[in-house]
């Protein structure tokens, strides 16, 4: 079945650092991925829409100067947060559809702590 | 999309059945029923998902109500690698969100020796 990587599963980072995350579509082209912030005890939220080849639909609360998105191709997209700081820590998801029938494949998720 | 209401948590026995219902009273005519779960510190994982008919994978089972306002997401042997969060979430192909899912609070089911 479909496979999206992500990477790292966890970092742990200085306030004011940048922490860049991957997200590939193994054995699928995704035109589109989401990325999803979760805190502890709480629902996935959705705070990105990534798009190969144009700019990245935020969310409504979601800054896009501190969580730059690229798709720069078919079968992968960043997410960069800029100058972490530590509320910024959390479980960070990204997802993928298979356009032929619209399931949503995730990866495995990235914990980022900033100290 | 149309809310579901969930159980917060539920408890089952390993081996037996885990029967996960959700409300959907609001769904519309084209809007699909689907499952994920999320184990713990994982990204969420497809179960199934369905319109009007009952259906059946290797994971699970679903049952959707004749009037489709509720169904019901049924384990037929639960084992403790089943402990999770199940979403359940009611969505339209291709509706304004695109294919993004919108997760509400799911339900933590609790499978137990």
């Known amino acids: 079945g479909a496979v999206v990587s992500q990477h790292p599963s966890r970092v742990i980072c200085k306030s004011g650092t940048s922490v860049k995350i991957e997200c590939r579509s193994l054995d699928f082209q995704a035109t589109t991925m989401f990325w999803y912030r979760q805190f502890p005890k709480q629902s996935l939220m959705l705070m990105a829409t990534?798009?190969?080849?144009?700019?990245?639909?935020?969310e409504q609360g979601v800054e896009k100067d501190k969580f730059l998105i690229n798709h720069a191709s078919l079968t992968l997209s960043t997410l960069t947060v800029t100058s972490a700081h530590p509320e910024d820590s959390s479980f960070y998801i990204c997802s993928a559809p298979l356009r032929s029938n619209e399931k949503l494949f995730f990866g495995s998720g990235t914990q980022l702590s900033v100290l | 999309d149309a809310k579901t209401t969930q159980p917060p948590s539920m408890d089952c026995a390993e081996g037996r059945a885990a029967n996960l219902p959700c409300n959907h009273s609001t769904i519309s005519g084209n809007e699909y029923v689907y499952w994920y779960r999320q184990i713990h510190s994982q990204g969420p994982q497809y179960i199934i998902h369905?319109?009007?008919n009952n259906e059946t994978n290797e994971m699970a089972s679903l049952i959707i109500t004749e009037d489709r306002k509720s169904s019901t997401l049924i384990l037929p042997h639960a084992t403790l690698r089943d402990t999770a969060v199940y979403y359940c979430i009611v969505r339209a192909p291709n509706s304004n969100s695109g294919y993004a899912l919108n997760f509400g609070k799911g339900t933590s089911l609790l499978v137990t020796p």
């Open positions: 990534s798009n190969e080849g144009s700019k990245a639909t935020y």
């Open positions: 369905g319109l009007k």
